[in-house]
Each structure stands twice: as C-alpha cells, then as structure tokens.
C-alpha cells in the first residue's frame, strides 16, 4: 500500500476586503511516515529553541515572529517538497467572494486540483505507481467546514482519483488517475498541537510576504510546485 501525506495552511483572506489582493494556501507533501517523523522532529526542536529565547511556550505564529525567526524556521524545512496555492483576488468572481459556503467550496475546489497535480507529478517521476493502492491523507488548519463539505472534498476526490470524472464543460470523460483502490482520509487540526501544520504557516506566510513586499526572491523556494487561480 503506498501512503501520501498534505499538510495545509493558509495566509490572507479570501475577500473583497483583502488588500493585497492574494490568497494563499500551502504545505508539505510526504510519501512516508519516516519522512514526516523526521521534518516534525527537526521543526520541533528549533520552535522550542525560539520558544526558550523569547520566553514564551505560545505557539509561534508567522504574523507574531520577527523576520529572523520565521527565516530560521523555513529553513529547517526548506528542502522539503512543498506545494503552494495562489489565489487572485481580483479575477475572482464576486459570486465567489461574497458567500462564506460558497468561499468554503471554493477552497475545496483549488486544493483538489493542487492535489491531484502533485500526484500526477509524482507518478510521473516514478515515485507512486497508478496501479498499486494508495492511502492519502490530508490535513488542514482548521477552518470553518461543515460536515458536509468535509465529505464532499473526501469523496470528490476519491471518485476522481480512482473512477474519472465526466467533463461536461467540454462532453468527456476525463480518465482516472488511478487503476486501483484510493482511500483518502481529511482532517482538520487544531495548529497549537500540530508542529506540521503550523510549519505550513510559516511557508503560506512567506509566500503571502512576497505578494505584499513585491519580494519575488522569497518563491524561489527548492522542491516546490506553486499554482495559480482561477
């Protein structure tokens, strides 16, 4: 059985009101448990090392940290595949922007297609091979999501991943990624207790800093696939 692992967060909001005008999701991807042990331990000692400096044990939160703490914590994990989410704003329909259930499907929407082009990348670099079973697992900083939509980002996927999907926009089915069985498992976590997640804070944050300071040198990051929408 191969196993996937995304970890998300976001930075910014998707609204109108954003005065940056971007939204950004991003994490980690790993391919084994081994992998993400290590990223957590690494990531861990050094938030403990900041904690002890700056005398707190609150989780460090990017839009709290100086800027050499937030560098120090990228760096632990620069080298780690990551995966960022850009939304524009102001190409955004207002239909969009205006609902918070329709802001909630819209999130869904854009981390399905992120997810499903990092494993296409993936299985064509021979690191996961469509025929063979697969468990994915997504976790994701908590947001509002009704239970609903909880299960339709799960079964969407899985139905996509594994079955195909019939493309009405253009009359045809669009193929599965999979010849095998997918189990995928969606989680909401609470960021004080999951080092993996608040490292995707810091990753969204710097990606968000780049937009908002016209540092375009902060996106060169290794092992990255970035996207853009709509």
């Given at each position: 059985m191969q196993n996937l692992f995304f970890f998300f967060d976001d930075s910014g909001t998707l609204h109108i009101s954003?005065?940056?005008?971007?939204?950004?999701?991003?994490?980690?991807v790993f391919t084994s448990r081994k992998d993400i042990d290590s990223a957590r331990v690494r990531y861990t000692n050094l938030v403990k090392q900041i904690q002890k400096t700056l005398k707190t044990t609150r989780e460090l939160k990017a839009c709290n940290l100086r800027p050499k703490y937030k560098r120090a914590l990228y760096n632990v994990l620069r080298k780690e595949n990551s995966i960022a989410l850009v939304v524009d704003i102001s190409k955004t329909y207002d239909k969009i922007l205006y609902s918070s259930h329709s802001i909630c499907r819209y999130k869904d929407y854009i981390l399905k297609i992120a997810i499903q082009t990092e494993i296409d990348k993936l299985i064509e670099a021979n690191t996961l091979n469509p025929y063979e079973d697969i468990s994915i697992y997504i976790y994701i900083d908590e947001q509002?999501?009704?239970?609903?939509?909880?299960?339709g980002l799960r079964e969407a996927l899985k139905e996509e991943l594994q079955f195909g999907i019939f493309n009405y926009n253009?009359?045809?089915?669009?193929?599965?990624?999979?010849?095998?069985?997918?189990?995928?498992?969606?989680?909401?976590?609470?960021?004080?207790?999951n080092y993996m997640i608040q490292a995707c804070?810091?990753?969204?944050?710097?990606?968000?800093?780049?937009?908002?300071?016209?540092k375009n040198t902060l996106r060169d990051i290794p092992n990255h696939l970035c996207l853009t929408f709509p």
């Open positions: 954003n005065d940056i005008g971007k939204f950004v999701y991003a994490g980690f509002f999501a009704t239970t609903n939509g909880i299960y253009y009359s045809k089915i669009q193929n599965s990624i999979f010849k095998s069985e997918v189990n995928v498992h969606l989680s909401y976590c609470d960021s004080k207790v804070d810091i990753l969204a944050n710097r990606i968000f800093c780049s937009y908002k300071y016209k």
